[in-house]
C-alpha cells in the first residue's frame, strides 16, 4: 500500500482546496481532518471550516463531533483516527490526511506514547486555577512535578501545561513517562507541505480574517459568550476566538480584535513553518503560482 497522503502547510495556505481537488483525481475519498478546532460543533466560521456543500461531496472525519465542553487531545485523535483510517481503507476508499494542528500531526505520523484518561472534574478545577492564578502559576508547578515536560513548553501553552498537571495529579506519574512508552504509527504517511512566499501568505491570512469578520464572526463567538464561555474556556484558547471576547466584554475595540486575529495568525504561521521544518522527509511544495488543481495534480503524480 502506498503512503497516505498528508496536506500540511501554514494556515491560510490553501491546504483544504487542494485536498478536495486530490480528492476527486483519487476518487472514493475521505478527509480526516487533522485540526484540533474543527472538531467542535458551531466554532464554523472562525476555524475556516470547509463549507456544507464540500462535506456533502468528500466525506470528512473530525469535523462537528464534539461540543465545545467536550475535551479532546492529540493522544486522543491518534487513537480514534487511525481505527477511522483503516476503515476507510477496507471500504476501498483512499483516506486524505489534512490539517495544520502540528501536535496531532505529530501524533498520528511519528506515534506518540499513550497516555490516560483524566476525570473531568480534575481538569475543571485545574482550568478553574488558570483562570484565577493564571498560566505562569501552573506553569511553575508544572516545572516541579514534571520538568522533563516542562522543558518541551512555556507558559502560553496553557492547555498544555494544564494537561501536564492533570495526568500527575490523575495517575502519580509525569506525562513525560508516559510519553517515553512510544507507540509508533499503524500506518505510513507521506507528508506535502505546501508554502509560499511569506508577503503572500500573510496578505491572504488579513484578507482571510477580513472575510471571517463580514462572514459574522463577532456574531459566532456572541453565541458562545451568551451560552457562557469564554476565551479561558479549552476550546476557545485559540486563535480567532480569544481576541473576540474581549471585545465582547468592551475591552477594547472590534477594530482592536481583528488587528490581534491577524497578528497572532501570522505568528502561528510563522511558528507553524518552523516546526515543519523540522519534520524528516517531508516534501516542501511551492504554490506560489499553482493553483489548487495543479498542486493535486502534482501531489497526485507522486504516487498518492
Sequence with gaps: MPPIPVIAGPTAVGKSGTALELGRLLGRAEIVSCDSRQIYRGMDIGTAKSSATTREALRHHFINELDVGQPFSAGEFQSQAEPRIADILGRGHAPIIVGGSTLYLRALVQGMGLTPGVPPRIRQRLNER???????????????????????????????????????????????????????????????????????????????????????????????????????????????????????????????????????????????????????????????????????????????
Excluded at 517515553?180 to 500573510?202: A, G, K
Excluded at 501570522?266 to 488543481?293: C, F, G, I, N
Design 130 to 304: 488558570l483562570r484565577i492564578d493564571g498560566a505562569a502559576a501552573l506553569f511553575e508547578e508544572l516545572a516541579v512535578v514534571d520538568p522533563a515536560y516542562a522543558a518541551t513548553l512555556d507558559q502560553t501553552k496553557s492547555q498544555r501545561v494544564v494537561r501536564g498537571l492533570e495526568v500527575y495529579e490523575a495517575t502519580g506519574r509525569t506525562l513525560s513517562s508516559f510519553q517515553q512508552d512510544h507507540r509508533p504509527p499503524r500506518f505510513t504517511y507521506r507528508v506535502f507541505v505546501l508554502s509560499r512566499r511569506r508577503c503572500d501568505l500573510y496578505t491572504d491570512i488579513n484578507l482571510r480574517v477580513d472575510s471571517m469578520v463580514e462572514k459574522g464572526l463577532l456574531q459566532e463567538v456572541q453565541r458562545f459568550h451568551d451560552a457562557g464561555f469564554s476565551e479561558h474556556d479549552a476550546a476557545f484558547r485559540t486563535i480567532g476566538y480569544q481576541e473576540i471576547f474581549p471585545v465582547l466584554r468592551g475591552e477594547y475595540s472590534l477594530q482592536r480584535g481583528i488587528e490581534l486575529v491577524k497578528r497572532n495568525s501570522r505568528r502561528y504561521a510563522k511558528r507553524q513553518l518552523t516546526w515543519y521544518r523540522r519534520m524528516e522527509h517531508a516534501t516542501w511544495l511551492d504554490v506560489d503560482d499553482m493553483s489548487p488543481v495543479e498542486t493535486a495534480a502534482l501531489i497526485y503524480s507522486q504516487g498518492s
